[in-house]
C-alpha cells in the first residue's frame, strides 16, 4: 500500500510524493512523484524519483521551494501516465455472473 509523504499544492495544481515498496526478492523502497490538475480532478501523470530526490523535497520547508522543485522535477524526467487500476483488465470469463460477481460498468472515483 503506497503512503504519501508529501504534498503541496499551489492554485489548481498538486503533487504528491508517495511511497511504495517494490516487492520481489530485493525489496525496498520506490518513490512517485504525482501531479494532479484541476483541483484534483484531472491526473497528469507521475515519475519515479530517487532517494536523493525524495530526501531533498522533505527537507525543504518552504512550499513555494517545495512547488518549485516538484514542477523542475516533474519535467526532468520521463513522465508516465496515471493507469485507473479499480477495473478489471482482458477478456470476460465463462463463469462470470455465475461463480463471480458481473464486472461493474463504471469505477467509482
Excluded: H
Excluded at 503512503?3 to 511511497?19: C, H, K
Excluded at 517545495?66 to 479499480?86: E, T, W
Aim: glycine letters at 12%; hydrophobic letters at 35%; proline letters at 3%.
Amino acid at each position: 500500500m503506497a503512503r504519501t509523504l508529501l504534498r503541496v499544492m499551489r492554485g489548481e495544481f498538486a503533487f504528491y510524493l508517495t511511497e511504495g515498496s517494490k516487492g520481489g526478492k530485493k525489496g525496498g523502497a520506490r518513490w512517485a512523484l504525482y501531479r494532479t490538475s484541476g483541483f484534483g480532478k484531472v491526473k497528469d501523470g507521475f515519475v519515479f524519483v530517487n532517494s536523493g530526490d525524495r530526501a531533498r523535497l522533505q527537507a525543504m520547508t518552504n512550499d513555494g521551494e517545495q512547488m518549485d522543485a516538484c514542477q523542475a522535477l516533474f519535467d526532468s524526467k520521463k513522465r508516465r501516465a496515471y493507469v485507473r487500476r479499480c477495473e478489471i483488465r482482458g477478456p470476460s470469463g465463462r463463469w462470470e455472473g455465475l461463480a463471480f460477481k458481473p464486472r461493474p460498468q463504471e469505477c467509482a472515483t
